[in-house]
């Protein structure tokens, strides 16, 4: 009986391997999208560990093109037993009649294999989200909803992001109370629409109602059992978009509902969807937004990467000689040799590349074996496997090159480069080598985009998403600090709901402190000003006792950084600027020190001349009665002292 009911209780996922249109045209042509590396690490992998880290036991994959290679690829992962394979069952399913996610649907339809509630996901959603704890809210809400469909999973940034501004951008307005769906609109990229009208019986019917403009499309619905045989019945469903407008315009007729959720800020998720998503992705793996994703994921042989300083990842069997330049951002894939003078700059470079002598690359995504040969440019470019780039050739921004093409000596290259037709190895440019590659594909459902011509250097996922619902009011600091800071009390932030180790912790901080060029004694002050800026505290009941908790849990942080008199006036001047910008901390300076001080991070000393200069300096904080009557106790203990002794 224990056994049925685990079997019931199973989480199921059906993961569509194709995107069903050209958007990464021609790197996708001979290959399953599956196999396109991210950080050096193919989809297929970060998708089937992210769902047996997030509880899924039983994943179904939906092949409508090179299903067997898949099936080779997983079977080989099986065979050396990754980690996934010891507590998660694969079915791979192949079709090579459906054209449409719809279709898919239909198909898992009439093959009945959907036990009951189930995650469905694309190929290309990138995420570290819990998908049974998810799951199980969706089944909340259809008890109270017998009607419920589908719960929407989004992310929440900042309108600015490269995965809003990027993509096709979503405006959702719901109840506020039920997260119920009411209007779900899609925009095009850059679309210049100022207007936006809402029904007037939407307003009248719901008490309060959420306006969302600021969401990114995770492309990962929970659904309910009614979702297949809700596309069987209704073939005009093609995709998922589809399926969102007919239920909202039929809900009645349909009886079927719409809901959405909204993921937590320590939570990452993103749909690669062109190629400046992609871009975006890269460096938020880089950066460990997608924890426990990482650079090492999927594999059964683990490589062994060494950080470098300033974000270089370096695989320990690649060979760099001592006049090459590692700027920021990079990695360096296994067996991989970069040669004298060569300078590379926010790129990723595969396994057995050879790069020569005295090349530049910037902004770009180069494959496996890959031969670039001396004194080439490369920027914001993208080289597939087996291709060689011959001497003083120059790849300009938006370059894509198909696997096994090789590039004369001298070429000034622009556009997506692939083999013709006949392998002869001749080149030929497709007719979308526009100035900015933001031409149309063709397909009427995505837009084509591709690399910036530089590399984005907006903020992650978790900044964005922090910064918008933290109170820390719009500072006047220097982007990177602001960014610097956000990316702080993100990590201080998850470290406390998980409790990570501080060791990991600083070397977080220390890996963003680089990636920014951040003073030491900014870090001092951020490390402080992020402490006492982490969400909990906004929502904390008894304020000063969740201060207190987070300085003795953050005590290995404080000490790597609050250890000298210059640093301790730097945390002094930190509890300052965060007293007065956040609300929370309105009036509780002087309890602020009072804690600091019995937990030994600042001294008598440095108080009574950071005092004194606060006095000298005739600033209107020194008249804070809290902070009065700590200085009094101060002076009291301290006469106290000298007396006893």
Known sequence: MKMEMDKEN??????????????????????PMGFLEVAGVPLIDYVLESLALGGVGEAILFCCQNGQKIKEHVQKHQDNKSLWSLTMDIQILMSDTCQTMGDVMRELDAAALLKGYFVLA??????NMNFASLLEQHKQTCKKDKGTAMTLVYKKLSWEHPLI????????????????VLVHKRYRPKSKEKIISLPLDLVLNNSEVKLHHNLVDTNIALC?????????DNFDFQTRDDFIHGILINEEILASSLYYTLLKSNQYAAAITNWKTYQTVCRDILHKWVYPLSIESG???????????NLNFV????????????????????????????TVTKSIIGKKCTIGNNVIINGSHIMNNV?????????????????????????????????NVKVESGSDLKGRIECSIDNDKKLQKSESSGTEWEESSGSSDEEFIGFDKVWSDSESCYSSISSADSSLPDSPVPDDTKMFLQEVIDSLAR?????????YLILEINSSRYAYNIQLNEVNFFVVRALLSMPVLSEAKNVLTTVKDILKYFRPVLANYIKSKSSIMDCLRAVEDTCLNCEWLDGKSGQILHLLYEADVVDEDSLVDWYAELKENANPFVKQPSLVKFFEWLQEASEESDDSE
């Open 371 to 403: 031969i670039i040969k001396d004194n080439c440019r490369i920027s914001n470019s993208f080289i597939d496997d087996n291709c060689v780039i011959s001497e003083g050739s120059n790849l300009h921004a938006g370059t894509i090159i198909a696997e």
């Open 165 to 180: 501004s990027s993509d096709r951008s979503t405006f959702l307005a719901a109840n506020e109370n039920t997260k119920k």
């Open 315 to 342: 695989e320990n069997s690649a060979m760099l000689s001592r006049s090459c330049v590692l700027t920021e951002n990079t990695l360096i894939g296994a067996k991989t040799q970069v040669q004298d003078n060569t």
């Open 224 to 232: 309910s059992p009614t979702v297949p045989p809700l596309f069987s």
């Open 495 to 503: 470290g406390y709901d998980e409790k990570l180790k501080c060791d």
């Open 10 to 31: 199973i989480v199921q996922a059906v993961v569509i391997m194709d995107t069903f249109n050209s958007n990464f045209s021609p790197i996708t042509d001979n290959k």
């Open 122 to 127: 694309g190929i290309n959603s990138i995420t």
């Open 299 to 309: 594999l059964y042989s683990r490589d062994k990467y060494t950080l470098t300083g």
